[in-house]
């Protein structure tokens, strides 16, 4: 009888100590943002390739891209001059987290020369 509670113990602590896999990809995003904020170490199109990167090894995994990535990867394509991707990585952004429009359209119109 020992035997038996003892091992369906370990399997109720063994249960326990399984973990749920991450709900996003996060990839290379937290050090793209962190070169963001820092400067000067890592290029503009440096962030742009490891976003993207990270954008594709989401895919090719099958999971989600984290919360910001598409945001991060628009505001770079502004800074490179490239408006029409900008924009189109913030509407990415708003429709996959749609919890986030309010910010992306912000972003979007003072980014498009507008006051908000």
């Known amino acids: 009888m020992d035997k038996v ?3 369906l ?8 100590c399984t973990s749920t896999p991450p709900l996003y990809y996060y990839g290379d995003y937290n050090n793209a943002v962190y070169s963001y904020f820092k400067g000067g170490e890592v290029t503009v199109q440096e962030q742009i390739q490891a976003l993207e990167t990270t954008i594709e090894k989401a895919a090719a995994r099958q999971q989600h891209i984290a919360p910001g990535v598409h945001a991060q990867l628009g505001m770079l394509y502004f800074e ?3 408006a029409d991707r900008g924009t189109a990585e913030l509407s990415r952004e708003k429709q996959l987290f749609p919890e986030s429009a309010q910010y992306i359209d ?5 980014r ?3 006051t908000s």
């Open 5 to 7: 509670i003892t091992a």
């Open 9 to 16: 113990a370990l399997a109720v602590i063994l249960t326990g």
């Open 80 to 82: 490179t001059g490239n």
């Open 106 to 110: 912000f972003l979007l119109t003072t």
């Open 112 to 114: 498009q020369g507008g």
